[in-house]
Structures are given as C-alpha cells and as structure tokens.
C-alpha cells in the first residue's frame, strides 16, 4: 500500500551563538547546499518542501512565505510546520506521510531558528497558554527544573550521574565538524561546580542557544537507492501528544507519557523487543542532562529508576553498547526549530554511515526523538534494511 | 476505494467578529463535537488529528497545543500546519493514505478579534527593507487594486454577492461597500472581507469506515498547492501562482478539466476577480448569479486560515448524494501569497 | 568603535510590540470570577471522576466531555514538584526582571488529578519536598484581575516537615 521512504541526503550548518556573518535565508541555503550538493541535486530535482521554525521567536510572520525567493522556493510546493522543539522531526515525519502515500516523490525538510535574533526567553513563555498558564511561568528552565526533581524524588539520580551525561555530550560534540558547543576537557566536577540555574540544574546541565538550519532530503522506492548507496530507510514515524496543559501529566519526566507511548507503538512497528541490542545508535531530544537519564527509562534503554545507572555502566557513551547522541546531541547544539531534525539527521547519516568523524561502526538500526511543547513526542526509526 | 479518503462528517462554528463566549479550546471543540455528530462517531474513534492555525494570529507559539486533547489526539498523533485549512486537508489525506486506514479529525481556527491585524500584517513584512515603512497589507493590496484596474462598482458587486447569502452576517449592498471609508486608494474599508472569529471541523475517513458509518460521503479526490514569490515588485497583476496550484491539483486527482463548482478563497474583491478571470469562470456576474464561488468565501464571514475547509464544508453539503465535484481554494501569507486547491467528489 | 565604522556585518535592532485581547470563554469566565471574588478554586470532572485544572471541556484520559460539571478543589494543595530559580528572568506578562532567587513549582490542589505550576514562598531548595503541604497566598481584592497571578504565592504549611 504504502511506499518505502528513506532519508538519501543531510545537510547542516555551521551552528553557533551568534551567525552574525549571515541573514537567516543566507544561513537556510548553507544547509540546502549542503544537503542537495553531497548528491549533485539541484533545487529543481526535489518535488517539495517542509519548513520548520518558530516564527514568534525570530519575530516574521509568514516567514517561509518571505524567505521564498531567497531559498529558490518560489512557485514550488511548500508546508510549514511550527510546533516548539519537535518541529524538526515533525518535518521529516510530515515528509515521510506526503512520500509513503504517493503525493510527493522527493521532499526536502529544513528546520532552522536564529535565536540570537529574538528573544527566546519571552518568546518561551508565549508557548504558555494565554489565560492558564502565562501569569506565572519561569521560563523554559524554570518548568525544566521543577519536573526535573519528580524525576530525581523518583529515581534517585544524582548530580554527578546527570553530569556524566553533561561532559559525555560536550566530548562528543568534538568529534562533529557542525556542532555549537565543543569542550574537550570538561569535567564531571566542573559540571557540578557550574552556576546553579534552578536546582538541581545547573549551567552544564542545560542545552546552549544556537543558532543553525538542518536540512534532510527524503524519496521513495528506488529513487530512493539511486539517491544514496546506503539509503536510511524509514522503520517507524510515530507522533503521541500528552493532555492539554503542562501540569496535566503528573509525574511529568519521571514518566513522560507521550515518550512512552511513541516508543511502545514504534517498536511494535519496527518489530523491535530489545532496544539496547537491537538499535545501533539513539540521538535523543534531551533539553538537559537530567532529562537524557529519564529518556533511557522511557524508551526502555533500561528499567524504570536505571537511568542514573545506565549512564555509569556507560552504556551510552561512544563505546557503549547503545551509544546515545554521538553528535552531541541537544546540550552542545540547539537551534530550536532545526533540533530534532538535527537528531533524525544524525540518525540518517549515522544509518548512511556517513557520520564523519562521529560514526558508531556498522549501524543498522538509528532511533531518533523530538520534544517539545506540552510534552509532545515525535519518534523515528531507521534502518538500512528496506521494509 | 482503498487507499482513497472520503469526507463524512463536518462542524462549524457561529462563526461572528467577536465571540468571546468561547476561548480557543472551546471554540475549535464546538466545531468538532459538531462534526463528530455529524458523522455519528465519538473522540474514542479518532486515529488522528490534523489542525490548522498560525501562531501570531492566536498569539501563541505552537497554537495547536489549544485544540489536541479537544479534538481526541491525547496519546494519539497531532500534526498542525501553519497554513489555510485546505493544506491541512491535503496532509490528512496523505497521512490517511499512507495508513491504509483511520479515522482523522481535520481543525482549523482563528479569533482574528484577538489580534491587532496591523501587527500581524507588519510582522510578515520583510525587515530589513520593508518593516520600517510600517506597511500593512491594505497597502500593498490598493497597489494591486490600481494595476487591475477594476472598477469600484464590480469590487463592491462581488462583496455584496459574497455576503448574499452568509449564515452569520447581514447582507451588505453594493452601495454600502461603496460608500465605506476608502483606505488605500483606490480600496475602500468592506472590499477586505470582515474580520472574524471561528473555527470548523470535517472527519475524515477510509472506504471501508465510510461506508460502514453509512454517511454521505464525499471523497477528496486530490490537492495543489503553490507558494509564490515575496518580493512585491513582483507582476501583481499576474494569477499564474493560482493557476498553477491549480492544474496541480487536477493533475493529483486525474482530472481532465475543471468542474463547474470553484470556490475561491480571497480577503480582497479585486483578487477574487483576477482569480476568476484567471481561471475563465467570468465576472462580476459569474459571482452575482453564484457561478463562482457560491459560499461568498471570506467575504460570507469566514475567518482568515479557517476560509479554505469552511469552503470545503460548503461544497461537501453540495455535492452531498450527487457525483458531482468542486474544487476549493485557499491562501495563506499577505496579498494570498500562497494557494491551495481540494478536488472534491460526491461518492 | 562601532560597527558602522568596522567591515563587521552589522545587527539592526527591531521591537515588534505584540498586543492581544484572548476572550476568557465559558470555563475561564467562571473560574477567574470565583478565583478573584470569593478564592475559590474551580475544576471540571470528568465522567469518570478525573478532576481537572485548568476547567475544559474534554478529558483526554478518557476521550469524554466533561459537560459543565465542577467541583471545588483545594485551598489546601502539596508539592508536586519544585525548584529555586536563580537566573534572572524578564517576565513578558509585566516587562519586570523577577527577583531571584525564588521558588517554584507544581503544585497539587487537594480533590485535583492535575498540578499547575506557581511561585513558591521558600528559597531554600533543601526545606522543599515532594508531597510538602502549601497553601494560597492571596494578592489583596484590590490587587486581584482575573488571574492565576491573584494567588501570590503558595508557602508552605505552618509547622508542616
Ligand atoms: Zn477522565
């Protein structure tokens, strides 16, 4: 019935602080170029495009319609998409439903945010609900750290365990050319001894603000295979929701319903009984160390309380069994609108193997997860095995 | 039938210019719990929901977040697309098709009461070379106005035939159009549709669910979609944008030619007759005598991105027990800078 | 040096001012009303018995309207979850920099299945706790709009450990 869609081609910028050297259309086409030219395609090959960005936060209105000239996107086929830190894989997973059905053969997604250009901290709370929630928010790491000791009263994990998942990322993050934060020499006790933002996160703990543009070309079938030697097929494309309002789950990261909802349906598609053994690699949305040791929960990576231990036995790390975020993950790169594609950018290259300088050997299975908004969880998995 | 979507239930709001009796979330749910009855189903059966909105118009950054738990999708998939609800009804096909099977709610809505449309106009505008003029899209639409070149007469004929037969509006002469403060010359204050607040709902299904729920149904035969050119030296008398979007959507439906009932989408008098024109469908009169565009578009009162499926909902009662089809239009961006076309078919 | 006179690329600031006027609707209506005139906490509850804060028309536990039925919940709530915000934070809802540090937190009325989040009075993470009893500071009647903002704070039982 339906098609086989893969991802055949990644792009990404340069991500940074500040992209002061170039406008945000200007920042876009680094990543379009980049995308199209590691397959000689041009523009005019792909059939559509799915755009992702948060536009309160740069402030434009309608901005895939103004940008349309300067990304070569005029007269084509366009959707855009904006739904907080899962946007990015929304992209590719509103992609994969437009190809898999036989509307479009070949769609680009691109997410990208310059949130040097606005002022992320108001724009945040605009995602509150205007009559329920946005009289008294703390910002995004206010409403992070208050769910942070659910999980912490529940688990049991320590400061020093969320700080291994700190340093794990920021070393990673040195292995990959486009990542924002790189510290080779990062320490667990400097992470313990950064400023506490809101206990228990501290500086360390949290992601940095970037800004950046990813871009991923998907296609059907044996385009699909023309396109890339190694296409990263996709396995699973699932979305789950929580409840309304951000109080609604009540043990919030200790158990992040929506995250265990898409995992639950994903690996039943994917056939999937072992996730440890039988994916090669995860990039995970994780806004801060703390909440990459609930997502090895969530996602079963190990039982219920094991996150803190999962990271000491180093299960995760590069050399681990289930390496998780290779690239660095969120904590060393978050341009808003393009982080979880980055994650099912990273996934594709690293099914691709083409995952330079950060490559897990012989990938044949890539997980990849956006989230964001009031709890909102979209799950990708990948594979080189067509299906 | 497999692998088609068909349409078996609609809902929509009292659409007004304020309504302030109900938030977001109780508005969109008005329609949706309409359009649940409608198909004789409950939020239990709901596989997925699609919506529409835009997140400066309700001033809220991932605007959907009011409408999810409303609309069945509580650990269940939501996608929202920051367009006009046509486009929101073209993914849901596709995601419908690509499960073989389901039952999708397809939301749209707009408080267009909340906003101040100046400021949203402003932030859509170019801010580097643009913004600083304090342009909003009256402006650059009394441009098009003058190049057209239509005459004040035929503008307020066609806002007077769109309000004719509005369920929430009363109806409006063409000599009160013409009589309205003039804004942007050569515009006057009612050749812009009015500003409005609702939202609508269809349910969207496979063959198998759509016959067994033994509703009309109306099948979504296909879709087009065109984003243009930002840049307003562009040829704004050209409609080529339109024009494409909508051979794209014969093309998706295996359309050989277009059929007589279009419904055209436009804020603006002039551009629903540059659209007409465009399309071959006539005049002044081609609207009067409801040749095009029967449901009066925006200028009925349907709110600005719920326009496109609150046509569709028109022409699905039309075509209703019937085989025959109409294709729907909507735009999004300033000076319907976007367009995109649903092929409907009575089934 | 400023940038003009540098090959620097240069920022050019911009303020866009957003206004809106958000309809309160039927359920916030009734709710703020009973909030700002008589601190009562109003909730929906569903069919099935979830009560739910903020009020709305569905559960999405159980796919079921709620149909206008309420309950009163607290004043008396707990500590669902919290933490000590020390990073300064320019309140959008007030153009004002927040004092820090300052307390934080989900907050559970008695007889409600859900938690909102509120300003806690304690600024010493380690007298807060999972499961610590608070309750609603009000602002004055004089102070109070219609928002969840009318209840200052919440602090912490007298006596409670
Ligand atoms: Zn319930």
């Known amino acids: 019935m339906s098609r086989a869609v893969a991802g055949v081609a990644v792009g990404q910028t340069h991500h940074a602080s500040r992209r002061t050297d170039v406008s945000m259309p200007e920042m876009i086409r680094e990543a379009i170029d980049r995308c199209l030219d590691s397959r000689g395609l041009r523009i005019k090959d792909v059939d559509a495009f799915v755009l992702g960005n948060m536009e309160m936060f740069e402030g434009i209105n309608y901005v895939e319609q103004w940008m349309s000239d300067a990304l070569g996107l005029a007269g084509k086929q366009v959707w855009k998409l904006n739904n907080g830190g899962t946007v990015g894989a929304s992209t590719a997973i509103t992609a994969y439903n437009l190809i898999a059905s036989g509307y479009h053969d070949r769609v680009l997604c691109v997410g990208f945010e310059k949130q040097s250009e606005g002022s992320t901290q108001s724009a945040i709370t605009t995602v509150g609900d205007p009559i329920w929630e946005r009289a008294v928010m703390a910002g995004a790491i206010g409403n992070f750290a208050a769910m942070t000791s659910v999980y912490v009263n529940e688990s049991g994990a320590t400061a020093e365990q969320a700080a291994k998942v700190a340093v794990k990322a920021r070393r990673n993050a040195c292995n990959n050319e486009y990542a924002h934060l790189k510290l080779p020499n990062i320490t667990v006790q400097e992470v313990l001894d950064s400023d506490m933002l809101a206990y228990p996160v501290r500086k360390l703990d949290m992601c940095p603000s970037s800004d950046g543009a990813a871009a991923v070309l998907f296609a059907a079938e044996d385009d699909a295979k023309k396109l890339s030697p190694r296409p990263a097929w996709v396995h699973a494309a699932v979305v789950a929701h929580d409840q309304q309002y951000m109080g609604d789950s009540p043990k919030r990261l200790a158990e992040m319903r929506s995250l265990i909802e898409a995992r639950t349906k994903a690996y039943k598609i994917a056939g999937i009984t072992d996730p440890v053994k039988e994916l090669d690699v995860a990039e995970v949305y994780e806004p801060a160390s703390y909440a990459e040791l609930a997502m090895y929960e969530c996602l079963a990576f190990c039982p219920k309380g094991g996150g803190g231990a999962h990271i000491d036995a180093g299960v995760s790390e590069m050399d681990g069994e289930l390496p998780v975020n290779p690239s660095g993950g969120v904590l060393s790169t978050n341009p808003v609108g393009a982080t979880a594609l980055i994650r099912v950018a990273e996934a594709t290259l690293q099914t691709m193997n083409e995952a330079t300088g950060h490559q897990v050997p012989n990938v044949r299975r890539a997980l990849a997860t956006g989230y964001g908004g009031n709890a909102w969880t979209d799950l990708m998995i990948l594979g080189t095995e067509r299906l | 039938m497999s692998g088609d979507a068909f349409i078996v239930g609609f809902g929509e709001t009292r659409h007004a210019p304020t309504r302030d009796d109900a938030n977001t979330t109780e508005l969109a749910y008005e329609a949706v719990s309409a359009a649940l009855a409608d198909a004789g189903v409950t939020l239990h059966d709901v596989t997925a929901v699609v919506s529409a909105s835009l997140d400066f118009w309700e001033g809220r950054t991932i605007s959907s977040m009011a409408v999810n738990e409303i609309a069945g999708a509580t650990f269940k998939s939501e996608s929202k697309i920051s367009a006009d609800s046509a486009q929101a009804l073209a993914y849901a096909t596709a995601r419908l098709k690509t499960d ?237 800078q976007s367009h995109h076309v649903i092929c409907l078919e009575g089934a | 040096m400023s940038s003009w006179d540098t090959d620097e690329p240069l920022r050019l600031p911009q303020q866009i001012t957003l206004n809106y006027r958000f309809a309160g609707g039927h359920h916030a209506s009734k709710f703020f009303r009973a909030l700002r005139g008589e601190q009562k906490i109003l909730a929906t509850k569903c069919p099935n018995g979830h009560v739910l804060l903020p009020p709305r028309p569905v559960c999405g536990l159980c796919n079921l309207p709620t149909n206008d039925n309420w309950v009163e919940v607290g004043p008396g709530a707990s500590l669902a979850g919290y933490t000590v915000v020390y990073v300064p934070f320019i309140d959008p809802m007030t153009g004002v920099k927040r004092p820090v540090p300052y307390g934080f937190g989900l907050v559970r009325f008695d007889g409600c299945d859900t938690n909102v989040y509120h300003l806690i009075d304690e600024t010493d993470p380690a007298k807060l706790r999972i499961g610590l009893p608070v309750e609603p500071v009000w602002k004055d009647e004089s102070e109070r709009t219609g928002s969840f903002a009318d209840i200052r704070w919440f602090k912490p039982v007298e006596g409670a450990e």
């Not at chain 2, 007077?160 to 109806?171: I, T, V």
């Not at chain 2, 603006?268 to 040749?291: N, P, S």
């Open chain 2, 100 to 336: 073989g099977e389901g039952l999708i709610v397809v939301v749209t809505h707009c408080k267009e009461s909340q906003a101040d449309p100046h400021i949203i106009d402003l932030a859509g505008f170019d801010p580097y070379y643009h913004r600083a003029l304090d342009p909003d899209e009256t402006v650059i639409a009394g441009f098009q106005a003058a190049q057209l070149g239509y005459s004040l007469d035929e503008r307020s004929r066609v806002v007077a035939a769109g309000r004719k037969n509005s369920p929430w509006l009363a109806p409006l002469s063409a000599a009160d159009v013409a009589a309205s403060p003039e804004t942007s010359s050569p515009l006057h204050a009612l050749e812009r549709a009015p500003r409005m607040d609702g939202a609508c709902a269809v349910i969207l299904t496979d063959g198998a669910t759509a016959k067994r729920l033994g509703r009309p149904a109306v099948r979504v035969a296909g879709s087009g979609t065109t984003t243009g050119s930002y840049w307003l030296d562009r040829d704004l008398t050209s409609a080529n944008d339109l024009t494409v979007a909508f051979s794209r959507a014969l093309e998706s439906a295996g359309w050989s030619d277009a059929p007589d009932h279009v419904e055209l989408t436009t804020p603006y008098a002039h551009q629903a007759l540059l659209f007409a024109r465009a399309l071959g469908t006539g005049g002044v009169e081609a609207f009067e005598d409801g040749t095009i565009s029967p449901a009066g578009g925006q200028f009925a009162g349907r709110p600005g991105v719920v326009a496109g499926l609150s046509g569709v909902i028109y022409a699905v009662k039309a075509l209703q027990g019937t085989s025959n089809r109409a294709l729907c239009h909507g735009t999004t961006g300033l000076l319907a």
